[in-house]
C-alpha cells in the first residue's frame, strides 16, 4: 500500500512553501523538484511509489502551486532561489539528501551543488531545460515562448474549468489522461479573482525564472557529485551539443534513457521510479 502523502507549510524568511511529504523517518531523505509551470503534485506517482523506502518531499517552488507568489521577478533569481531551498532543508532536518531537479530544476540543482557540495548525496537531472545560458538573442523570443510552450499554455485565461482540462488534454504532459495526470492538473488549476481559470504559476515566476535562465549556466565547473542524467526517448535533450556540458562537467556521471516524454514520471512513473533506485541503490 503506498505511503500517504502529507501536504506541508514550510516558512523561509516569511515565506510559505508548500510540500508534500512522504514522511519515512531514518530513511535516505530524497527532494523532487518540478519545471517551470508545474507543481509539486507532479511528482506524486514517483512520491507514493519512493515513501517509506526513502524520506521524499516534493516542493511547489515559489511562484508556483500553493507556494507564496512574490511580484518581484528579482525573487525569482537563483542565488534568492537556493537560499529559500537552503531554509526548507533546514526546517527538514536534512543534513544530506538525493536532489532530483525536471526542466528547470535541472538546472538549478547544479548550480546548488556547486556551493554545498557536501549536501548532496546525488544529483538527478531530468530532461533539464537550456543547461547553458540562453543565448541573449533568445530573450526577444519571449512573448513567443510565453504563448507556445507546452508547460505555460495552461496560464490561460480559460473561461472555465472545463476549457482548462480540453486544452490541457491537448498537451504533451496530459496526453495519457491518467489518473495520475489528472490529479496532477487538477492541483494546478485554480479559478482568478475576475472568474476566469488558469494554472497557479505566477506571472512574475514565469518572467523572473525566464531572465535568470537566459543569464545563468547550469554547468560552469567540474562536480564530482555522483549524477543521473535521465533522457526521455522523446525529450528535449537529443543532441550530442545539449548533452555535451554534462558529459563535460558532471565527472560522476550515469546516463539513463527512460520510455516518455519530457515529463517521463507522468507517461511511466514505474520506469522512471526503477530508474532512480537502480542509480541510487545499484
Same mark, same amino acid.
Given at each position: 500500500?503506498?505511503?500517504?502523502?502529507?501536504?506541508?507549510?514550510?516558512?523561509?524568511?516569511?515565506?510559505?512553501?508548500?510540500?508534500?511529504?512522504?514522511?519515512?523517518?531514518?530513511?535516505?531523505?530524497?527532494?523532487?523538484?518540478?519545471?517551470?509551470?508545474?507543481?509539486?503534485?507532479?511528482?506524486?506517482?514517483?512520491?507514493?511509489?519512493?515513501? #517509506?523506502?526513502? @524520506?521524499?518531499?516534493?516542493? @511547489?517552488?515559489?511562484?508556483? #502551486?500553493?507556494?507564496?507568489?512574490?511580484? @518581484?521577478?528579482?525573487?525569482? #533569481?537563483?542565488?534568492?532561489?537556493?537560499?529559500?531551498?537552503? #531554509?526548507?532543508?533546514?526546517?527538514?532536518?536534512?543534513?544530506?539528501?538525493?536532489?532530483?531537479?525536471?526542466?528547470?530544476?535541472?538546472?538549478?540543482?547544479?548550480?546548488?551543488?556547486?556551493?554545498?557540495?557536501?549536501? &548532496?548525496?546525488?544529483?538527478?537531472?531530468?530532461?533539464? &531545460?537550456?543547461?547553458?545560458?540562453?543565448?541573449?538573442?533568445?530573450?526577444?523570443?519571449?512573448?513567443?515562448?510565453?504563448?507556445?510552450?507546452?508547460?505555460?499554455?495552461?496560464?490561460?485565461?480559460?473561461? !472555465?474549468?472545463?476549457?482548462?482540462?480540453?486544452?490541457?488534454? !491537448?498537451?504533451?504532459?496530459?496526453?495519457?489522461?491518467?489518473?495520475?495526470?489528472?490529479?496532477?492538473?487538477?492541483?494546478?488549476?485554480?479559478?482568478?479573482? @475576475?472568474?476566469?481559470?488558469? !494554472?497557479?504559476?505566477?506571472?512574475?515566476?514565469?518572467?523572473?525564472?525566464?531572465?535568470?535562465?537566459?543569464?545563468?549556466?547550469?554547468?560552469?565547473?567540474?562536480?564530482?557529485?555522483?549524477?543521473?542524467?535521465?533522457?526521455?526517448?522523446?525529450?528535449?535533450?537529443?543532441?550530442? &551539443?545539449?548533452?555535451?556540458?554534462?558529459?563535460?562537467?558532471?565527472?560522476?556521471?550515469?546516463?539513463?534513457?527512460?520510455?516518455?516524454?519530457?515529463?517521463? &514520471?507522468?507517461?511511466?512513473?514505474?520506469?522512471?521510479?526503477?530508474?532512480?533506485?537502480?542509480?541510487?541503490?545499484?
Amino acid at each position: 500500500m503506498a505511503l500517504t502523502p502529507e501536504r506541508r507549510i514550510l516558512t523561509v524568511d516569511g515565506l510559505a512553501l508548500a510540500a508534500w511529504h512522504w514522511r519515512s523517518p531514518g530513511k535516505p531523505a530524497v527532494l523532487l523538484l518540478h519545471g517551470l509551470g508545474d507543481c509539486g503534485a507532479t511528482w506524486r506517482g514517483v512520491g507514493d511509489r519512493l515513501g #517509506g523506502r526513502y @524520506d521524499v518531499v516534493a516542493l @511547489d517552488l515559489l511562484g508556483h #502551486g500553493d507556494s507564496d507568489k512574490p511580484t @518581484d521577478p528579482a525573487a525569482y #533569481g537563483f542565488e534568492a532561489v537556493i537560499g529559500w531551498l537552503e #531554509g526548507a532543508i533546514a526546517q527538514l532536518g536534512w543534513s544530506q539528501f538525493h536532489g532530483v531537479g525536471h526542466s528547470l530544476s535541472g538546472k538549478i540543482l547544479p548550480v546548488w551543488a556547486r556551493s554545498r557540495p557536501e549536501a &548532496f548525496l546525488s544529483l538527478t537531472l531530468v530532461d533539464p &531545460f537550456f543547461i547553458n545560458a540562453m543565448p541573449s538573442w533568445l530573450g526577444l523570443t519571449f512573448p513567443l515562448l510565453y504563448r507556445t510552450l507546452p508547460f505555460l499554455k495552461l496560464l490561460g485565461p480559460f473561461p !472555465s474549468r472545463e476549457a482548462a482540462e480540453a486544452c490541457a488534454r !491537448s498537451l504533451r504532459q496530459y496526453a495519457d489522461w491518467t489518473p495520475l495526470q489528472r490529479q496532477a492538473l487538477a492541483d494546478n488549476l485554480e479559478q482568478k479573482p @475576475d472568474g476566469t481559470w488558469g !494554472s497557479k504559476l505566477a506571472i512574475a515566476a514565469r518572467n523572473g525564472f525566464f531572465r535568470e535562465s537566459m543569464r545563468v549556466a547550469g554547468l560552469t565547473d567540474a562536480i564530482a557529485i555522483p549524477s543521473l542524467l535521465v533522457l526521455p526517448e522523446q525529450g528535449l535533450n537529443r543532441s550530442d &551539443f545539449q548533452l555535451a556540458p554534462c558529459r563535460q562537467y558532471l565527472t560522476n556521471l550515469t546516463e539513463v534513457r527512460v520510455p516518455g516524454n519530457h515529463w517521463p &514520471f507522468l507517461m511511466d512513473p514505474d520506469a522512471f521510479t526503477n530508474a532512480l533506485i537502480h542509480f541510487w541503490e545499484g
